[in-house]
């Protein structure tokens, strides 16, 4: 079955990069139609959607976030990485990471990890 | 970018009633990409419709879907104590994809 999970820092410093791993199984990111996308949520706040990363490695951003984003992958290791540059005390947040297939499935997030809690205070 | 918005902000209800939750988009839905999400304390979100009105797998038909263009709509016909959650809609129609602001229901 799919499974994501997402790992990383738990407290960054103001102006550091956050980088967060998201480590997948039961699904190539190889495959035709496949994504796995960033998704975030500040505490008691609404769902953001970041960015995604496609199966032909093709990458899109949140039009306000780009300027800060990295997408990245490594199909040998099943893991796509996110790399958030220059944070502030509003990136703090929920981090998701879900999967997406295109053409045999919803072509929305159809799985979702359980997400990892990123703090950023000095 | 398709802001959009939800409402009513949030709802108190009681097992047993129908609720209609609405979604607004500022511009038209393309091929009405339109998603919701159901999202309880902890937890990540869960997708319940995709496609403006198909359910996800498994989920149950008391939850049903529908609108096109600007103007969608969530119905439970009949609301079962763990329906009480926060509920997203979503747009996939455009890569810049965006959520709702959300709607809560609560007991």
């Known amino acids: 079955q799919v499974t994501l999970r997402e790992s990383g820092p738990a407290l960054v410093k103001p102006t550091q990069t956050l980088t967060l791993t998201c480590t997948f199984s039961?699904?190539?990111?190889?495959?035709?139609?496949?994504?796995v996308a960033w998704i975030r949520q500040p505490p008691g706040k609404a769902l953001e959607w970041l960015a995604r990363?496609?199966?032909?490695?093709?990458?899109y951003y949140s039009t306000s976030l780009k300027t800060r984003l990295t997408i990245s992958k490594d199909t040998s290791k099943n893991q796509v990485v996110l790399m958030l540059t220059n944070t502030d005390p509003s990136d703090t947040a929920m981090y998701y990471c879900?999967?997406?297939?295109?053409?045999?499935?919803?072509?929305?997030?159809?799985?979702w990890g359980q997400g990892t809690p990123v703090t950023v205070s000095s | 970018e398709i802001v959009l918005t939800q409402s009513p902000g949030t709802l108190s209800l009681s097992p047993g009633e129908r609720v209609t939750l609405s979604c607004r988009a500022s511009?038209?839905?393309?091929?009405?990409?339109l998603a919701w999400f159901q999202q309880k304390p902890g937890q990540a979100p869960r997708l319940l419709i995709y496609?403006?009105?198909t359910r996800a797998t498994g989920l149950p038909d008391r939850f049903s879907g529908s609108g096109s263009g600007t103007d969608f709509t969530l119905t439970i016909s009949r609301l079962e104590p763990e329906d009480f959650a926060v509920y997203y809609c979503?747009?996939?129609?455009?890569?810049?994809?965006?959520f709702g602001q959300g709607t809560t229901l609560e007991i």
């Open positions: 879900a999967q997406i297939s295109h053409y045999d499935s919803s072509g929305t997030f159809d799985y």
């Open positions: 039961g699904f190539s990111l190889t495959t035709t139609g496949v994504s």
């Open positions: 990363i496609d199966w032909d490695g093709d990458k």
């Open positions: 511009r038209s839905v393309t091929s009405d990409l």
């Open positions: 496609g403006a009105s």
């Open positions: 979503q747009q996939y129609a455009t890569t810049s994809y965006t």
